[in-house]
């Protein structure tokens, strides 16, 4: 089993996607924005490979206006052979397994045939940026069925004679996904019957739009017949529901007990599990870790984490802190759920002064003094309630760049300020 997230990563450095505006987008800044984003990607893959993530989805920003008709330059690959080199050798060597999502206004079953060609001319981006990357067909473009428009059996209808239409390079590399609202997990299941496409089952669209109660280790096994020997592993769907937002949002995190009821009740292990989640690549690292413990990833994951717990309470950053020392690779769900316990708890002035001077020593040596008094005032002014934390943070979060303190950068304790 390999578990992965999508599009972007938190708390790396020089990892963010860039885009523009096409009326403001001339030559050179459409090709500066690539440069960027590739070189995006090239770091996003080898910080996915230090910490054994081996699944990921590329955004379909990586190219701006990649499906648009008046694309700046049509050609663009031409202009950056060395970094797209890097990304193939990468990508070569390390056999990590890459996806794409269109998405939601690429309907390839609507009534309008425009937008039926704007949702081919989509494909036909995704399809180049994969072909160009020199990845084969287990590497997948991954497209929802689309809307109903009144009439739903006219809709499949429409999608399969659209799909028969598509290239072959699209129609190798494509599979569809059961939605939170419209088609359901048999509707996908009867398309894919039909037309030999392979399904990803989504867990949270199916809790959002089901008719029948079986769980997910049954539809998970329904859409693995799908699969053939050429599409490589099974993928699925995993995601939490965000219990303060409507149905069907994702979770800001993924909690360690819900997720490990789900993997241990797969009577199938042998797939790829591609997270939808708001921390992105922090749930990714922390399910597999749990999953597929190692003693450095879980000691390096527990240094991103460790301030983070300490400025909201200091018992569970022992206790966790405990478990790394003495249990290492056992039981590591436990370590995660002491550690969201403790993240969760509400803010207390006393702990969040205590990580923060914790944070300070890193630098207070090497500070200057308006540094030093600046940093004081501004823990006064937080103790006596003028000043919130993220002024504090902002300023400690400037000096682990200025000295660059790169066990603070990559911290987890920084994430609302970077």
């Not at 699944?55 to 330059?73: K, Q, T």
């Not at 292990?269 to 690549?281: R, S, T």
């Not at 597999?288 to 390096?300: E, H, M, R, V, Y």
Request: hydrophobic share 35%.
């Amino acid at each position: 089993m390999s578990i992965g997230y999508a599009c972007l990563t938190i708390a790396v450095e020089n990892t963010d996607f860039k885009s523009c505006i096409i009326k403001n987008c001339n030559q050179e800044r459409f090709l500066s924005v690539i440069k960027n984003n590739l070189t995006s990607l090239f770091n996003i893959l080898n910080y996915n490979i230090k910490n054994d993530i081996k699944v990921f989805r590329i955004s379909s920003d990586l190219i701006p206006f990649g499906s648009h008709e008046y694309i700046p330059v049509k050609n663009w690959e031409d202009y950056f052979e060395k970094e797209l080199s890097d990304i193939q050798e990468i990508i070569k060597n390390t056999g990590v397994r890459l996806s794409m999502h269109p998405g939601q206004y690429t309907v390839l079953n609507s009534p309008n045939a425009d937008i039926v060609r704007r949702a081919v001319r989509d494909l036909e981006y995704h399809d180049k940026v994969m072909s160009i990357l020199k990845v084969n067909q287990e590497n997948k473009i991954i497209l929802h069925v689309g809307g109903i428009y009144g009439d739903k059996k006219g809709a499949i209808e429409r999608f399969k004679s659209n799909y028969k239409e598509l290239s072959q390079n699209i129609k190798d590399r494509l599979v569809i996904e059961n939605d939170d609202k419209l088609f359901n997990i048999i509707d996908v299941l009867e398309i894919s019957n039909d037309l030999g496409i392979p399904v990803v089952y989504d867990n949270l669209h199916n809790q959002c739009n089901k008719l029948t109660e079986e769980s997910d280790s049954y539809w998970i096994m329904d859409a693995y017949k799908t699969w053939k020997k050429s599409d490589g592993r099974q993928k699925v769907h995993y995601s939490q529901q965000n219990p303060e937002k409507r149905q069907g949002a994702h979770s800001d995190t993924i909690a360690t007990e819900e997720f490990l009821n789900f993997y241990n009740s797969l009577s199938n292990k042998d797939i790829d599990i591609m997270l939808e989640v708001k921390d992105k690549n922090i749930s990714a690292v922390k399910c597999n870790n749990i999953i597929d413990p190692k003693s450095k990833n879980i000691d390096s994951d527990w240094g991103r984490y460790k301030y983070l717990v300490l400025e909201k309470s200091e018992k569970h950053y022992l206790k966790a802190r405990e478990f790394v020392r003495e249990n290492k690779t056992k039981n590591v769900g436990l370590l995660y759920s002491v550690i969201e316990e403790g993240i969760n708890l509400p803010e207390n002035k006393g702990q969040f002064l205590n990580a923060a001077n914790h944070v300070w020593g890193y630098f207070k040596s090497k500070a200057t003094e308006n540094e030093k008094f600046r940093i004081f005032e501004y823990l006064k002014g937080y103790q006596t309630g003028v000043l919130g934390d993220k002024i504090i943070k902002k300023e400690l979060w400037g000096l682990a760049r200025k000295y660059k303190v790169d066990f603070l950068i990559n911290s987890y304790y920084f994430n609302e300020v970077r």
